[in-house]
């Protein structure tokens, strides 16, 4: 038997699709009788997904005088190489 | 990107096309950004970092081979560079150094066995989210902030790879090509990342 402790160690081995069938098969049973370790399981899923959303307000565009001068130092070493 | 496409692409930057640099340096600017971030101290040094990996990419693509994607190539040149600083900084320990495993987070259970009873059943069960449903919109902005917080002050071996996997969607295949680790190690330290992530945002909903 998987106790709920055990449980908890391999949620990601779960989510990333790495157990075996029988290991699938009890991990699977466990959840569908404990409210807890289900809960624990959609809380391990929802802090993925906020952690993605978090990926999506990152996205701010490159400051143009980040961009300028790298396109120097790109002009540099062009001009070096020749 | 197909390694067709790699092939094309360093051939164009060895030729000194202007434009293939420039949409490189767009397209992987805010993912650079971000992992480097996760091995350095500040914004400012994680910037410092980009560019020097781009000067980088510049001296050294004469001597790219095409063994791995030149995404791959890329990141291993800036974590490379990152992990030099987050030790100068002392963000992180130098990976030689005796520190043990656990001041990487690695080590130990991830739940505090407090919460189980002896028989290994929940005594302390996971706290119920509120924020999680579609009405609490706004709380789930002030998390997403919180979460950033939260990434920054994990040990970097975890934050990188929780940042690769769940931030920037890539594989787990691209994450251990790029850390150079094996995928049963990317995994440990995945679990180990996401689960104090978990346990930030139970604790930063009961309290806030
Ligand atoms: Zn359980």
Not at chain 1, 36 to 50: D, G, I, P, W
Not at chain 2, 16 to 21: L, M, N, P, S
Request: net charge neutral; charged share 25%.
């Amino acid at each position: 038997m998987l106790t709920c402790q055990q449980l908890a160690e391999v949620v990601t081995d779960y989510l990333e699709g790495k157990m075996n069938f029988a290991d699938r098969m009890m991990f699977q049973l466990h959840v569908g009788m404990c409210k807890h370790c289900r809960a624990y399981l959609n809380q391990m899923k929802q802090t993925v997904e906020l952690v993605a959303a978090t990926g999506k307000i990152e996205a701010e565009p490159m400051p143009d005088d980040v961009q300028a001068e790298l396109m120097h130092r790109f002009r540099n070493w062009k001009t070096n190489k020749q | 990107m197909a390694p067709s496409d790699d092939q094309a692409l360093v051939t164009a930057l060895r030729n000194g096309d202007e434009a293939t640099f420039a949409a490189l340096v767009t397209r992987y600017h805010a993912s650079l950004r971000r992992v480097a971030r996760t091995f350095v101290s500040s914004d400012a040094s994680a910037d410092e970092v980009v560019q020097d990996t781009w000067a980088a990419v510049l001296h050294g693509i004469g001597e790219f081979e095409g063994r791995a994607s030149f995404k791959t190539w890329l990141f291993r040149i800036l974590v490379n560079r990152a992990k030099t600083r987050g030790v100068r900084e002392a963000r992180i320990v130098p990976e030689s150094s005796l520190a043990s495993d656990d001041d990487a987070g690695t080590d130990g259970p991830t739940v505090d066995p407090a919460r189980f009873t002896s028989k290994g059943h929940w005594a302390s069960p996971p706290q119920r989210w509120e924020a999680m449903t579609p009405e609490s919109l706004l709380l789930r902005d002030e998390l997403v902030v919180q979460l950033q917080t939260a990434i920054a002050q994990l040990p970097a071996r975890l934050a990188s790879i929780v940042v690769m996997r769940d931030a920037l969607g890539w594989s787990s295949e691209e994450v251990c090509n790029v850390l150079e680790i094996a995928e049963t190690h990317q995994r440990v330290l995945l679990h180990r990342a996401r689960a104090r992530l978990r346990a930030m945002l139970e604790t930063y909903k009961n309290h806030g």
